[in-house]
């Protein structure tokens, strides 16, 4: 078995190369243009937006910063992967305009577009925030996402990867994205395991591990669970393994954590 200490080098070096196969693929690597301001009626339950236009325009409202760096590193933003940090990185939230022409070439797939993103965001953060990362291999409680026994009852996305809009369509059609949570489920047109994953450990008191070995758009509808003070509703376990035929199990895994080492108020704009 690989060490913690020969996992943790093996991360730094797919992290590294990870941004700079990124920035390679995409050539641009920074925004144009970005306007970042403490947002100024902060508290007034404004609905917090988060969007990418196919022209490169970035528009984020009313978001706190440590969601921005979970964005931008894709982990979840309630997840023990973010570690770090003073509070009110927390607490305080930010309206932000940045500008990025040819961001996208025509043709490139939902996930590209994602990623490109997540560098774009990485960079603005580190420039204009000060924002350093740390990763490291830590031994950790999980779940680990697997077929049941009896099979998936996962049900085939109307759409394929290379279909897949830009932009949310007015049907309601957008790839990779869920919706929901506790008590409400968990509603996606067209996600993959991995965004499966990812969306649902935002309600979980461990890492998600997707293990499934299953590829391709699913369409996810799933009723809501209860928490353990309410036993006269599903379990989130109970609802993965009846709905989409998923099983969580406990186990210890080797998960790559975010260590926030250093990070600051943003520059003026």
Not at 115 to 137: H, K, S
Not at 255 to 261: A, D, H, T
Request: charged share 20%.
């Amino acid at each position: 078995m690989r060490s913690l200490a020969a996992l943790a080098l093996t991360a730094l070096n797919l992290f590294a190369q990870d941004q700079t196969s990124s920035q390679t693929t995409m050539g641009r690597v920074s925004f144009e243009v970005a306007s970042i301001k403490p947002t100024a009626d902060a508290g007034n339950h404004r609905p917090i937006r988060f969007s990418v236009s196919p022209s490169g325009q970035l528009t984020v409202a009313n978001m706190p910063l440590y969601w921005l760096i979970a964005n931008a590193y894709n982990v979840p933003f309630q997840s023990a992967r973010l570690t770090g940090g003073p509070a009110w990185v927390q607490s305080e939230t930010y309206d932000i305009q940045a500008v990025a022409p040819g961001m996208f070439t025509p043709g490139i797939s939902a996930k590209e577009r994602e990623a490109r993103t997540r560098v774009m965001l990485r960079a603005l953060l580190a420039e204009r925030f000060g924002l350093v990362i740390r990763p490291e291999v830590r031994e950790i409680p999980t779940y680990v996402m697997v077929a049941a026994k009896r099979g998936s009852k996962l049900e085939k996305a109307g759409i394929a990867e290379k279909d897949c809009p830009a932009q949310p369509q007015d049907s309601g059609l957008y790839c990779h994205h869920l919706d929901g949570g506790q008590g409400r489920g968990l509603h996606g047109p067209a996600v993959d395991m991995s965004d499966l994953a990812l969306f649902a450990e935002n309600w979980m008191d461990r890492s998600v591990i997707d293990e499934t070995g299953i590829t391709g758009l699913y369409k996810i509808e799933t009723e809501g669970w209860g928490s353990i003070s309410e036993p006269d509703k599903p379990s989130v376990f109970t609802v993965f393994e009846q709905s989409l035929g998923l099983k969580l199990e406990p186990r210890k895994s080797k998960v790559e954590i975010l260590v926030i080492e250093r990070v600051s108020r943003p520059s003026a704009n």
